[in-house]
């Protein structure tokens, strides 16, 4: 395997402590609540987990895989690979993001989500590039606001690896 320079951005105890203070809020946010949290596949998988361990609340998973068709950049228009497996309808929804890069994917997801009647919905992105945004979208809760790199691991990928590394990182 050819050896390329990977620079690490957020280590993995930042990440550790951050997420715990992510999930500290949403606690505080949903008080005796059960929560359904739909992570975005599969980006959001490292997130997902370490937040749901977390939180002490009743806590439902479900999953969804999207991607962008062609020419997403100027349609914003997103394909639903895998659907959500249980009613959402009276819940309250935290969608689950690994980044928030052009805000696309997670305006559509957001509004396709609202149609299946939850009580309420919310986000979290453990990443963002506010830099990058083309349409207005922000989260409910952040783990790192980042600068315009090309970020991988932690579950992000560049070209299907790197997403089993455990700390976030950029290649130089
Ligand atoms: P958006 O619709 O432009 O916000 O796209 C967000 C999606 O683009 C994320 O879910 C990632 O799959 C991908 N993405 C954006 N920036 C990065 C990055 O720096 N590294 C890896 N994937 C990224
Ligand atoms: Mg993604």
């Known amino acids: 395997m050819k050896s390329i320079d990977i620079k690490v951005l957020i280590d993995a105890k930042q990440l550790e402590e951050r997420i715990k203070e ?7 946010d949903y008080k005796g609540k059960e929560i359904v949290l739909i992570g975005l596949l599969k980006g959001s ?15 439902q998973l479900d999953f969804m895989d999207v991607s962008s068709y062609a020419g997403t950049e100027s349609t914003g228009i997103i394909k639903i690979n895998k659907d959500i497996r249980d009613s959402v309808e009276g819940k309250d929804v935290i969608i689950v993001e690994d980044i928030i890069d052009t805000g696309r994917t997670l305006t559509y997801i957001l509004e396709y989500l609202k149609q299946k009647s939850p009580n309420s919905i919310k986000i979290a992105t453990l990443l963002s590039k506010p830099s990058r945004r083309v349409v207005k979208l922000d989260a409910d809760y952040t783990g790192f606001e980042i600068e315009d790199k090309f970020v991988i691991g932690y579950g992000l990928d560049y070209d299907e690896k790197y997403r089993n590394l455990p700390y976030i990182g950029y290649l130089e």
């Open 22 to 28: 992510l999930e500290k809020q949403i606690e505080e």
């Open 45 to 59: 998988i490292m997130f997902m987990a370490e937040l749901a361990k977390n939180i002490t609340n009743d806590v």
